[in-house]
């Protein structure tokens, strides 16, 4: 949702993002698990799409294919 990496969305681009997600509708709203929830809530809250939170990065305890694995599986236990 940022419309920089690193900037935070403003109320202007949250209402662009809502506009054209009304005319193009998504499937989902993807975050990374680090970023605040706030705007994604709103923005899920508005137009019903399910926010879905992807890990940043490979945890402590798994590997760089155990983590994609994860990726891909959260990816789609979200469609069900």
């Given at each position: 949702l940022e419309p920089k990496p690193g900037i935070a969305a403003s109320s202007s681009h949250l209402a662009?993002?809502?506009?054209?997600?009304?005319?193009?509708?998504?499937e989902m709203i993807l975050t990374?698990?680090?970023?605040?929830?706030?705007?994604?809530?709103?923005l899920s809250q508005k137009t019903g799409l399910t926010v879905?939170?992807?890990?940043f990065s490979v945890n402590s305890n798994e590997n760089l294919f155990?983590?994609?694995?994860r990726l891909i599986?959260?990816?789609?236990?979200?469609?069900?």
């Open positions: 662009k993002l809502l506009k054209v997600l009304r005319e193009t509708p998504a990374a698990d680090y970023q605040d929830d706030k705007s994604v809530n709103w879905v939170s992807l890990p155990e983590w994609y694995e599986n959260t990816l789609l236990e979200s469609r069900e």
